[in-house]
Each structure stands twice: as C-alpha cells, then as structure tokens.
C-alpha cells in the first residue's frame, strides 16, 4: 500500500506568515490528493482536491500544488482561525490513506 | 443542505460487535460514494472503509478487513458499518463522510462523529 507522509509534524507560525506544509506519497497517486483542515473539537473540512482546486468557501489565501508524489498546502497572510491540524489524504486506489498531519499553532 | 447524522456508537466489550448507521440528506444518496473514517483519542484521521455509489463495490483499510462490512441502502438514504471482533485499538470517533462523486473522490462532508469505546 502507498504510505503518507507529512512534514512537518507541528510548526509556529506568526499572523501574517506565509507557511507551507508538505505531503509525500510513497508511490505515484497523480493528482488524487485532498487537504483537509481540522480544528480541536470539529470535523474536518476539505480544503484542497484534486491536488491544487479550491474547495468553494474555503479562503483563497489556502493553495495546494504538486502531482505524483510530491505536494504542499500553501497558507498564505496566515489568519487566527488556521490554527489547526491539517492533513493530506490519497485518493487514487483505495486505501485512501491519509497523512499523519501537521498541526499549525500560532505564536 | 447536506446533513449526515451517525448512531450506534457505544461502549462494547473486546471481541463484541457493533453497527453504526448514517442517515443522509440533503443530496441525491445513490449519486455517492459513501466513507467511514476514525480518529482514536488524540490522534489523526485514519480512512476505514468506502461504498461507492452503486452499492456493490467496497474497499477496507488492512487493519479492519474481514471483521468491519460497510453497506448502503440507497431507498433509505442510510448506510452502515458492521463491526465484529473489537479490538481496544478500534476505539474511537467514527465519522461517516460523502464523497464527492460516486466513486473514488475526496470527502466533502462529514458527519458528527459516533464514539466507539472497546473496553471491558
């Protein structure tokens, strides 16, 4: 099965940062890929499909790129409310696993 | 307005079993493929299982296969998961999800969540 993985695990970051988190798959997926947003307590929401098209409603300053095996989730000005964890998710064949996470905490 | 509203969850003893139910509205069901996905205490999401819309074709993650059976009935709008032979590691909070198309496709919705504690 493809494994996922995600760095990094945690990071601070600053309002107003421009940040940037990555997702590795261990086999190519193309451009399956998915990025969701969870905050304590909450569901996750899906941010990014489709690698890098924008989930409706979700803030431009949210973008993803990437295909194969290589992605990252850019959040650019980053805001009060992106404190979350945020994860990668594979979605070519299944399983449709998804990365460990990458928890965002603000200084 | 999609909503996704998840029962059963509960308190079983080790080697017992459990069915949750997911009942879906607000979109047209059989269009869909349908997910569970868990999240054990302070940890990260981890995909269980998918039903693709037509019913007939399901996928497990390796880690419930041959004990968890997912199912869908699409005149009820409802789908399911069986859960046999529990294990203290399946505690957790199911989530039940819609893709975003009937098939192979990222979650765009999620349900509440319906804890499941394994435990004697």
């Known amino acids: 099965d493809i494994q996922m993985t995600q760095s990094p695990s945690s990071l601070s970051a600053s309002i107003g940062d421009r940040l940037t988190i990555t997702c590795r798959a261990s086999?190519?997926?193309?451009?399956?890929l998915a990025w969701y947003q969870q905050k304590p307590g909450k569901v996750p929401k899906l941010l990014i499909y489709a690698a890098s098209t924008l989930q409706s409603g979700v803030p431009s300053r949210f973008s993803g790129s990437g295909s194969g095996t290589d992605f990252t989730l850019t959040i650019s000005n980053l805001q009060p409310e992106d404190a979350a964890t945020y994860y990668c998710?594979?979605?070519?064949?299944?399983?449709?696993?998804f990365g460990p996470g990458t928890k965002v905490n603000l200084k | 307005e999609v909503q996704l509203l998840e029962s059963g969850g509960d308190l079983v003893q080790p080697g017992g079993s459990l069915r949750l139910s997911c009942a879906a509205s607000?979109?047209?069901?059989?269009?869909?493929?349908m997910s569970w996905v868990r999240q054990a205490p302070g940890k990260g999401l981890e995909w269980v299982a998918v039903?693709?819309?037509?019913?007939?074709?399901?996928y497990y993650a390796d880690a419930v296969k041959g004990r968890f059976s997912i199912s869908r009935d699409n005149s009820e709008n409802t789908f399911y998961l069986q859960m046999s032979s529990l294990r203290a590691e399946d505690t957790a909070v199911y989530f039940c999800?819609?893709?975003?198309?009937?098939?192979?496709?990222?979650?765009?919705?999620w349900g509440q969540g319906a804890l499941v504690t394994v435990s004697s």
């Open positions: 086999q190519g997926v193309s451009n399956y």
């Open positions: 039903i693709y819309g037509d019913t007939s074709t399901t």
């Open positions: 998710q594979k979605y070519n064949t299944a399983p449709f696993t």
């Open positions: 607000g979109f047209i069901f059989s269009n869909y493929a």
């Open positions: 999800a819609k893709g975003r198309s009937a098939v192979a496709a990222a979650i765009n919705y």
